[in-house]
């Protein structure tokens, strides 16, 4: 099984881009999670928020690894522990299908993406930064992996 995190959002600032790829490299022999990056859209003065939501979407939908289990991260999905998300990697794992992990733009995810993923998953009722976010995931993930393992990186 492997993972695939698609973000909406470009070059992620340097903190961010090291702390995820030191996660990814732990990752690696666990879980292999892959980045895919896609351009956010136009906005602005005059510009449609929605209209850049809905083209984001289409770009996210169209990155989807073919039969991946998604999972939206949505404010208003299921809040987990690290215990909890655990559990659904293992119960992903048993599925085996790869996974696809995703985090919208600044409006969220598009009706169409929503509709399309097979879970939502909240980080809390926080508002974090979307680029923060994708460093968070992958340490949750490693976390979740290691419970998995019994090995000691989680001490409860």
Known sequence: MKARL???GEKAPSWVAEGFAEYQKRLSHWLPLELAEVAPGMRGKGRDALRAMADEGGRVQAALPRGAWVVALDGRGKAWSSEDLAERLEHWRQQGR????????????????LAAADERWSLGPLTLPHMLVRLL??????????LLANHPYHRA
């Open 98 to 113: 790869d996974l696809a992990f995703l985090i919208g733009g600044p409006e969220g995810h598009s009706p169409e993406v």
């Open 6 to 8: 698609i973000a909406v």
């Open 137 to 146: 995931l992958a340490e949750q993930l490693y976390r979740a992996c290691s």
